[in-house]
């Protein structure tokens, strides 16, 4: 296996050998911006950047990247450099496809297909838990949502929550109080024995 150090040994050129080294590791964001410049045009970019993801106590640039950036990626998830020379996730996975929208862009067609696959999981997964209870009207919309037709449980309780509902409408205009002969209610009626004019009063002399 081909060591990093193999490689910037045979390679010439390299610009953090033809520059001032200490560029790479100043605390400056003018200098790392000026780094991470020059290892763009690195014929060794990815090797460099690989071993600094791959060891942790690395600080300073390495292949263009950052500690700041690397810290996102020392999990051991698939990278990339985009057309921009930015660190990334490759593409192809729930986490690639929300990072599109974080740099203002639309999924790729991979992205995309990674994210229908995900919620597809993730929406079987709900509806196993809903069908270990028997069923249910989560369940029965679930079903909807993956284009499949409900299974009996689920369509026996859904069907349930429609007759409740309409049970409960039916309640409520029970409860409502019919209107009279002229559209007035009976709280909008004279009540009897009402004065039909009000008396004035008598004015001292």
Do not use: K
Request: proline letters at 5%; one cysteine or more.
């Amino acid at each position: 296996m081909t060591t990093l150090a193999t490689l910037a040994a045979s390679t010439a050129g390299l610009p953090c050998r033809t520059t001032d080294p200490e560029l790479w590791f100043s605390r400056t964001s003018a200098d790392r911006t000026r780094a991470v410049a020059l290892c763009r045009e690195c014929p060794i970019q990815t090797a460099c950047a690989q071993y600094a993801l791959d060891n942790r106590d690395v600080r300073g640039v390495w292949g263009g990247t950052t500690l700041a950036e690397r810290r996102s990626f020392h999990d051991g998830r698939p990278w990339r450099f985009d057309d921009e020379g930015r660190l990334r996730l490759e593409c192809g996975s729930e986490d690639a496809y929300r990072a599109h929208f974080g740099y203002r862009e639309q999924p790729c067609a991979d992205c995309v297909a990674a994210h229908e696959a995900h919620v597809e999981a993730d929406r079987r997964a709900r509806l196993a838990v809903e069908h270990e209870a028997g069923g249910s009207s989560v369940g029965f919309w679930l079903h909807r949502r993956l284009s499949e037709p409900p299974c009996a449980g689920c369509r026996a309780q859904q069907a349930e929550r429609w007759r409740a509902a309409a049970r409960r409408r039916e309640a409520a205009r029970g409860r409502r109080q019919p209107r009279r002969a002229g559209g007035t209610s009976g709280a909008a009626e004279a009540l009897p024995g009402a004065p039909a004019a009000t008396q004035p009063f008598a004015l001292a002399g």
